[in-house]
């Protein structure tokens, strides 16, 4: 189940990210003002939300260490 979870979350990022892609293009097509600053937002998302979400899976895990780690000592 958590393998599952974690392969829908990778989905909907690359689906973001590729939707950022697609806004950019549009935006530069259109020749509209902004195009540049859309380009470099999505080029910004490309690395800033895998980084956030690995921070984020990382944090996750040590506190659900530290969880287990007291229980167990709870136990004893």
Known sequence: MKRKLKQIGAVV???????????????????????????????SCTIAIPAMIYVYIWVAGLLKGKRQNSEEKQKN
Do not use: D
């Open 13 to 43: 990022v690359i689906i973001a990210i590729l939707g950022l892609y697609i806004w950019a293009i549009v935006a530069a097509v259109m020749a509209r003002p902004e195009a540049n600053a859309m380009f470099m937002a999505a080029i």
